[in-house]
């Protein structure tokens, strides 16, 4: 009778706020992204959830799966991600791939002021589990968005510079650590610069044309490299797009250490513009 009654109490909250977005502040507990997950289900529609470390996402990986596709998950999740505010472990992680590897949950990771905006909105949108991942040194960032609506498609990346000698692929706080690479090395390499913005589904469609036109790539996150989303990005690439490739490609990242509390040691770490201007050089055999 008990349970009977905490499930009314459930469908009368979601007649309630039906059409709205739900916003739940402390998302560290698997019990209150359970509660979520229960009313995503029966809301069904435009259900949002923020914000939290998106510890309890692999709740949400089995339920579409079990249940037929025939239950919508509309949850979002905003996970705080990233490094270089002194921090250490405690709270500067880039967890972007346990996530990545988890079937049903699609993971969207934006560098840009209009693309934080542009990809959330998409986010809230979408009728499946959607985990967010914001870098916390973007909150400071100001930048001009256009006026009205306007959404960012989730599952298509951004050439954010062109270039002809390497395709370098980076994910959130790295594209611009990527761009200040390849301005240093303008006049010696001309580099391209892939912004995939959802890390799943992942935009193998404009990865693969860059590739193939430079022949050469490099794929940078901040998270560690080992097991990390950079490997699963050059192996798609290798397994699609291997007659494209003329020099092996690399993958450039976090030591595989907890993150240091020390600014000497987590610059250190954690790859700074300099490192992928250098690995730049190293795809391509080329002092820098």
């Known amino acids: 009778m008990k349970s009977m009654d905490k ?14 977005a739900v916003k739940i502040t402390n998302l560290e507990h698997s019990g209150h992204v359970g509660s ?13 959830l923020s914000r939290g470390h998106g510890g309890s996402m692999h709740l949400f990986q089995p339920e579409k799966g079990l249940m037929g596709g025939k239950v919508k998950l ?29 079937p049903g949950i ?41 006026l009205g609506e306007w959404l960012v498609p989730i ?6 510079r062109q270039g002809t000698d390497i395709t370098v692929v980076a994910t959130g706080y790295a594209v611009k650590k990527s761009l200040a690479a390849a301005v240093a090395l303008s006049g010696k390499i001309d580099v391209e610069v892939i912004d995939p913005r959802t890390l799943d589904p992942l935009d193998m469609e404009i990865i693969l044309k860059s590739v193939e036109k430079t022949g050469a790539l490099l794929v940078v ?16 690439v290798v397994e699609e797009g291997f007659g494209l490739l003329k020099r092996p490609p690399r993958s450039l990242g976090a030591w595989d250490v907890p993150v240091p509390f020390s600014p000497v040691l987590e610059d250190a770490a954690i790859p700074q513009s300099e490192d992928i201007a250098r690995s730049v050089g190293q795809v391509l055999g080329r002092e820098v």
């Open 106 to 146: 699609k993971v969207v990771m934006p560098s840009t002021v209009y693309d934080a905006k542009g990809l959330l909105k998409s986010a809230i949108r979408d009728d499946n589990p959607v985990l967010y991942l914001e870098n916390r040194v973007m909150y400071d960032e100001n930048d001009e968005v256009p």
């Open 36 to 48: 979520s997950l229960s009313m995503a289900e029966l809301v069904g529609k435009d259900t949002g």
């Open 7 to 20: 499930i009314e109490r459930y469908k009368h909250l979601a007649r309630l706020i039906r059409g709205y």
């Open 221 to 236: 996150q901040e998270g560690v490299v080992k097991a990390g989303f950079a490997a699963e990005v050059i192996r798609r």
């Open 155 to 160: 599952g298509v990346a951004a050439v954010r």
């Open 74 to 102: 509309p949850i979002v999740i905003r996970g705080q991600v990233g490094v270089g505010t002194r921090e250490a472990a405690q709270h500067s992680r880039s967890f972007e791939s346990w996530f990545v590897n988890t």
